[in-house]
């Protein structure tokens, strides 16, 4: 009997073996030494934390810096008054005290959870640039490990692992929202935490996996819509494939987990902002507009060669075809086609949203596999004389990548045009040289950056929009040389008794004139 069992088991090991080959991409095996292995992985994930370590204490004047200050301002004033006493909600303005906390005063557009790592944060180590990187960097650094797991697991060839890892922590994309505080950074981690759990379960008996993937799928779907499409990829994956395991399980506990999820946000903004939150539904609107195709894919295609560099989306671009081509003739779905679940559908729902800067943030796992299988392709060539051949390609599509991927860090965090060092010096000054009482007012700019959140992170104080009001002392306009607009209102600020006593390459600090005393 034992020896039938043995002989059973054998038998199934070998059909489960020729399965996985049928419906993955052919890789060859390569056996690295344990140590080695380490040391290359590890490597890895130092280069990730030398690039990061770069920019880690960066003023905010980058593209999509107003993500950093808004939520940082949700950060600290969760820090200062408490997340019972705030409802854990999330609020982009600062609050001079608890009084502020109102129902209307929180930003109800997405989940609010993402936010309190970064609070314990500053809770810990007091609020700056580097406190506000440091939540997303770690979460990220663990998204990479996963990434990792999940490679080696499913297709068991360690230099696809190490090329596609590789690949996952250097790309310029991933390097600045990864370090960026948003949803997007703990989206991608859970995201890929959840993938590599759901595998974890196809290879092991530990009831615990359930759990560990249940608790992914929940906390994932407190920290943004756009993870549901990461675990709608994994459930059509459950579903057109028969040979999973806990199928039955997997099928049922993903949509509810996540129905479970969306009670629990809406229930959220409810108490947050009472039935004010209902206008969740017209910024989804928005956001979800359509626009014409040649406006939309001149934009998105930009911020996705920015991301991911052009040779690595062209490498991409063909690996898709041939997964769909793969998925079509073998009738299944594989890791390949999971991984684009998620950007394809934050696309298709969310056209509007995904033409900013970020996103195509959701693509790194996808493209960074096209890369890993296609570089392992091509230095493993047979026969053993196109190894050379191979090998040069492979040197060639590494180098461009290189190149094209110092060019993409470069513009997000030094080309952005939204504002200079001198900008943030400015600010520095005003918060450090005028009392706490001190009313500043800014300006307003058609320019489509949140330049109130950066002001009020720097100055820790309430900015006002009315440059009427007589209260404001200090006044903040933009740079006269940008347009009529902003010359209209310096010569309104003029009119009104303020003078220039600063200036910066944005921003020009005004300053009330004192009273005259003797005038009537």
Partial sequence: MPKTSFKKRKSENQKNHRQDAKTEIETTERSFKSHVLVILVVAILLAFIAIQGVNFDRPFYAANDDDNTAYGLAAHNLARFGFINLKFGMSTKYFDSDQDNVPGSFYTNHPQWFVVPAALSYKLFGISEVTTRLPSIIFSLLSIIAFYFTISIVYKDKTVALFATAAYALFPGFLFYGSSLSEKAFIVFLSTFAILSFFLLQTREEKYMKAVFIAMVFFGGLMGWHFYFAAAGLWLYALLRKDVKYRKFLLISTPLVSILTVLINFLHFYILNGIAFLSIFDQFKMRSGRLP?????????HWLSTSFTWPAVLVAAGFLVYVIYMAISKREFNLGLVYFTQPFLVILVFQQWSMHAFGSIYWVQFIALALGLTLS??????????????????ILLIGLCFKYGYDGFTQYNYKSGILQPNDIELLK??????????????????IGFSYRTVVEWYLLRKVTYDVTNDKVSLLLLFNPGFGSTYRTQIAEAEENGFTLVRQASYFWLYQRAPANPNSQ
Avoid at 377 to 394: C, D, E, H, T, Y
């Fill in 429 to 446: 000054v005003i918060s450090e040289q005028t009392p706490q009482s001190t009313s500043v007012a800014l300006g307003s700019n058609t």
């Fill in 293 to 301: 195709l040649d406006v939309w894919a001149g934009r998105y295609g």
């Fill in 377 to 394: 392709k091509l230095v493993n060539l047979r026969p053993r004389q196109l190894q050379v051949v191979g090998s040069i390609l492979a």
